[in-house]
């Protein structure tokens, strides 16, 4: 089993700037993808980014150029820097990976439990 450890959020006037981080624990042989998707209230769950074990970014359009997303592959860790946050950033954000455990060697999917970002004056 693996879990998601997730940190950072809460409440950020518009401009500013937050920090969320992600850590993955448990039976893991190797994380190939971490990433961030973001659920506003009455939405659909959105991809914000993704990043993989060799560095391969990708941002969603409506992020590119305010957020950026690194990995620490030594810790099993991601995190997510948010800049110029608007209001329509406010949502629930989750961590997912995708990992191979170390007893099946096979690939599944695993979410944080979600943190709250809220932009507001």
């Known amino acids: 089993q693996v879990h998601l450890e997730e940190s950072g959020g809460g409440l950020v006037q518009p401009g500013g700037s937050l920090s969320l981080s992600c850590e993955a624990s448990?039976?893991?042989?190797?994380?190939?993808?971490m990433g961030w998707y973001r659920q506003a209230p009455g939405k659909q769950r959105e991809l914000v980014a993704t990043?993989?074990?060799?560095?391969?970014?990708r941002y969603a359009d409506f992020v590119k150029g305010r957020i950026a997303t690194s990995r620490d592959n030594a810790d099993n860790s991601v995190r997510l820097v948010m800049n110029n946050l608007k209001f329509e950033d406010t949502a629930v954000y989750y961590c997912t990976a995708r990992v191979v455990s170390i007893t099946t060697k096979t690939e599944s999917e695993y979410w944080g439990q979600g943190t709250q970002v809220t932009v507001s004056l």
């Open positions: 448990g039976n893991i042989l190797s994380i190939p993808s």
């Open positions: 990043i993989s074990d060799g560095g391969a970014t």
